[in-house]
């Protein structure tokens, strides 16, 4: 597993299986915040890989964080389980499936071990994510 890096609004890391995490902290995001993100998971990761998304503590984001979120999520992400709280998919209105149709696969989750084994069939395998 990478270090754990901190952000403003989230806690990012790689782990041995080379799945993304990106764990909100409970800090509204902004577009600034995705950007500083985005800059931390390029330090990780060189290419798009599987992402788990844990937006439990996420506050709802206006539509210019949702804009900078959909400019990058193909740059970093090759599939994504965004992980919310039992009432909160109703909350994401039809964000998810648009991303699932039109961008990436993309799946929401209340429970992370079922987001993680999701994940799993999107690992290549084709990398050693341990470092050496």
Known sequence: MSE???TTATSVFLDERGVLHVVSN????TPETVAETVA???TLVSRPVPALFDARKWPKAG????MAI???LPSIVSASALLVLPDGEALLGGFPS???RLML????????????AVLEQFITGDDDWEEE
Request: glycine residues 4%; without cysteine.
């Open 63 to 66: 539509s210019d964080t949702w």
């Open 98 to 100: 648009a991303v699932n």
């Open 105 to 116: 696969p993309l799946e929401v989750f209340t429970d992370e071990a079922e987001a993680t």
């Open 70 to 72: 959909i400019d990058v």
């Open 4 to 6: 754990v890096i901190e």
């Open 40 to 42: 931390v998971i390029h």
């Open 26 to 29: 409970g800090t509204m995001s």
